[in-house]
């Protein structure tokens, strides 16, 4: 049967079976080891020098915060976008940054206008510390979450043991006396 033919059959149940549709295939999940290595890879393309010390630091900034995160990717909720910005931050957004500078000649990234009057290393800087805002917002998040969680339980504990402590603060002036023995 022809093409045309065959799509007539099919569209009414005769000839040919239909081929199986494509199945998509997705890339597995990057677990915390990935990302660890995919943070090696990035600083080792800004080590021995390979980069002006402005970008370097920069790089140490993202990378540190980044580590801190990702052992707690598990707080953070499955497929929440800061678990997903902190993981596309490992493998994608900063080392594509790095990259990209690192393909240009370094005199000509440095000091030539590309954007807005800025070189390609004042627009690396700019990406760099606004991953490294980012990241710090995810993980000042991820504490936050984490000491409403301590709070939440410390309140469930005072409701079903009694009231809490004074949490260690001084009561300076006040001095209880001692309990007296019963005659």
Known sequence: MSGFADRVARAFGRGRAAEPAPRLVLAPVPTSEDLIAAVGRAEAMVADGAVPAPVASRVARVTRVVRDAIPRLDRMGAGSPQAYSVMATATDYLPEAI???????????????????????????????????????????????????????????????????????????????PPQPAP
Not at 103 to 113: K, M
Not at 126 to 143: G, H, K, P, S, Y
Not at 151 to 167: D, I, N, T
């Open 99 to 177: 990259a990209g500078y690192l393909r240009l000649p370094r005199d000509w990234a440095n000091s030539r206008p590309v954007d807005n009057g800025r070189s390609s290393l004042m627009v690396l800087i700019d990406q760099l510390d606004l991953l490294a805002r980012t990241m710090d917002q995810v993980l000042d998040a991820v504490n936050r979450s984490d000491a409403a969680a301590l709070v939440a339980h410390g309140r469930f504990l005072a409701e079903k043991f009694g009231h809490a402590s004074g949490g260690g603060q001084l009561e300076i002036g006040q001095i209880t006396p």
